[in-house]
């Protein structure tokens, strides 16, 4: 559980290998996108502070979060270090939460035991808008920093592990 007040995006930056040899693609969903904005930001940002060159960055958007499992499929085919799927799912008055949350949960990881490229799972599952503002760049800090670096450590993980 989150501690109050703490933000969550702070790391070393002296453990982030260099990122400039990598590519990375990102699929949006565009339900929530003030808040899926937010999360783009932050890992865009993050990756260009690392050393990736924009031009390295491939940016597709998805209607919803749902659709992130088809996008990233999708975008494991073109030439990318890693996948990050940036999505936001707030509960509702229905089971239909439950059921993009499991689906979409469930779908990236099938894609991260199928494929040889990662999925980086950027997907804010919250109770309210509240709770995803202060995770998208609010009090908590900002998941998307957190997806990018993951997806630099995972894009360097997948570098050794191929050339050994």
């Not at 501690?3 to 995006?9: E, P, Q, V």
């Not at 760049?137 to 191929?162: P, Q, Y």
């Amino acid at each position: 559980m989150a501690t109050i007040n703490k933000n969550l995006s702070d790391y070393d930056k002296t453990t982030i290998p260099n990122a400039n040899q990598f590519r990375f693609g990102i699929v949006v969903s565009e339900w929530n996108e003030s808040i899926t904005e937010g999360l783009y930001e932050g890992a865009y940002n993050t990756l260009i502070e690392h050393g990736v060159l924009s031009e390295n960055i491939m940016r597709w958007n998805v209607p919803g979060s749902y659709e992130l499992i088809y996008g990233s499929k999708k975008m494991q085919e073109q030439v990318v270090d890693v996948v990050i799927a940036i999505g936001s799912v707030i509960q509702g008055e229905t089971k239909h939460f439950d059921f993009v949350c499991e689906g979409v949960s469930q779908g990236i990881k099938d894609l991260n035991i199928i494929h040889d490229t990662p999925v980086i799972f950027c997907v804010l599952t919250d109770n309210n808008m509240q709770q995803a503002i202060d995770r998208s760049g609010g009090i908590h800090g900002n998941k998307g920093t957190e997806a990018a670096v993951a997806a630099i450590k995972m894009a360097d993980l997948r570098r050794i592990s191929t050339h050994k």
